[in-house]
C-alpha cells in the first residue's frame, strides 16, 4: 500500500523560505519519479515541480522556477521542496503525488499520478 505523508508547511512573510517534504512508503521509492502540486483557494490543483527517481531529470513550473528547488533523497524514500522567496500567490495546500508505476518520462500532469498525499497547507503573508 502506498502511502504519502507532507509535512513542513506554515504560516511565514512574503521573501521567507519554507522547506516542506513527503515521506513515502509502498513500493521501490527510487523507480518513481515524484511530484509537487498546490491548490489555491477557489482554483485547480497544478503542477509544481517534478523530479525523476534518479533525480537527474527535474521539471519545474515557469511561476516557481529559480525560488523553488525540488529534491530527493532515495535512501530516506523523501521528497523535498525548498521554497525561497515565497510569494503571497504561494499560498496553497501543497501535495506530493506518486504514479503508479514507473512510466518511462518525468510526469506533469494531476492525471499520471495515482497517490497522493493529505498536503500541507503553506501559507504567505504580504
Known amino acids: 500500500q502506498v502511502q504519502l505523508v507532507e509535512s513542513g508547511g506554515g504560516l511565514v512573510q512574503a521573501g521567507d523560505s519554507l522547506r516542506i517534504s513527503c515521506q513515502y512508503s509502498?513500493?521501490?521509492?527510487?523507480?518513481?519519479?515524484m511530484g509537487w502540486f498546490r491548490q489555491g483557494p477557489g482554483k485547480e490543483r497544478e503542477f509544481v515541480a517534478a523530479?525523476?527517481?534518479?533525480?537527474?531529470?527535474?521539471y519545474y513550473h515557469d511561476s516557481v522556477k529559480g525560488r523553488f528547488t525540488i529534491s530527493r533523497d532515495n535512501a530516506k524514500n523523501t521528497v523535498y521542496l525548498q521554497m525561497n522567496s515565497l510569494k503571497p500567490e504561494d499560498t496553497a495546500v501543497y501535495y506530493c503525488?506518486?504514479?503508479?508505476?514507473?512510466?518511462?518520462?518525468?510526469?506533469?500532469?494531476?492525471?499520471?499520478?495515482?497517490?497522493w498525499g493529505q498536503g500541507t497547507q503553506v501559507t504567505v503573508s504580504s
Open positions: 503525488a506518486a504514479p503508479p508505476a514507473p512510466l518511462g518520462h518525468v510526469p506533469l500532469w494531476v492525471y499520471e499520478y495515482d497517490y
Open positions: 523530479i525523476s527517481g534518479s533525480g537527474d531529470s527535474i
Open positions: 509502498g513500493r521501490t521509492f527510487s523507480s518513481l519519479a
